[in-house]
């Protein structure tokens, strides 16, 4: 199984500011299968971007997905007061066929 | 515009089997794409349960595998879950979601809270 190991836990930080979230693999992962969801409370998760760099349609180009290998990366340019809300990052492996979640990034209003 | 509705019990004692559906608005299942089960323990992560695709080739997660079953009912455009054996573990928002390919989940239900419990 592919841990993923998202960091920081919690990030508190201002609107208008630079989100930098962090998504960990324990062993390499395609590209082609990492995504990125944000979550509010008592909501679904919402698909952000998938192949690690690909938004999903509606979503906002402030949000901007990037990485390879075991180190993946979501960047949110400039944080808008609905961007406050908790961020997964999810990866699909083959071999067995499998999905895993990180465990959450929460991105919370300083 | 799909959408995903999930039905079923909210309470399931323990040791039973908790089975619950998720009904689809605006696609026909059995045209294409896979389906699947996302549970989320409350104040906790997301965890992956199954997939199915339109053809009905399942896809489990290998720590629940022994005791799931995901399911296509194409007469009513829905997929099903049953979880057998379960414990207050099990207790969780369980949400249905669509999935392009079988990388990621693009639409999801709202999700429904079942809870374990005598």
């Known amino acids: 199984e592919v841990v993923l190991t998202q960091s920081p836990g919690t990030l508190s930080l201002s609107p208008g500011e630079r989100a930098t979230l962090s998504c960990r693999a324990s062993?390499?992962?395609?590209?082609?299968?990492l995504a990125w969801y944000q979550q509010k409370p008592g909501q679904a998760p919402r698909l952000l971007i998938y192949?690690?760099?690909n938004r999903a349609t509606g979503i906002p180009d402030r949000f901007t997905g990037s990485g390879s290998g075991t180190d993946f990366t979501l960047t949110i340019s400039r944080l808008e007061p609905e961007d406050f809300a908790v961020y997964y990052c999810?990866?699909?492996?083959?071999?067995?066929?499998?999905?895993?979640f990180g465990q959450g990034t929460r991105l919370e209003i300083k | 515009q799909v959408q995903l509705q999930e039905s079923g019990p909210g309470l399931v004692k323990p040791s039973e089997t908790l089975s619950l559906s998720c009904a689809v608005s605006?696609?026909?299942?059995?045209?294409?794409?896979?389906w699947g089960w996302i549970r989320q323990p409350p104040g906790k992560g997301l965890e992956w349960i199954g997939t199915?695709?339109?053809?009905?080739?399942?896809y489990y997660n290998p720590s629940l595998k022994s005791r799931v079953t995901v399911s296509l009912d194409t007469s009513k455009n829905q997929f099903s879950l049953k979880l057998s054996s379960v414990t207050a573990a099990d207790t969780a928002v369980y949400s249905c979601?669509?999935?392009?390919?079988?990388?990621?989940?693009?639409?999801w239900g709202q999700g429904t809270l079942v809870t374990v419990s005598s």
């Open positions: 192949g690690a760099s």
């Open positions: 199915i695709s339109h053809s009905g080739i399942t």
């Open positions: 979601a669509r999935l392009p390919s079988l990388y990621y989940f693009d639409y």
């Open positions: 062993r390499s992962v395609s590209s082609s299968y």
């Open positions: 999810q990866q699909y492996g083959s071999s067995p066929p499998e999905i895993t």
């Open positions: 605006g696609y026909s299942i059995s045209t294409g794409y896979y």
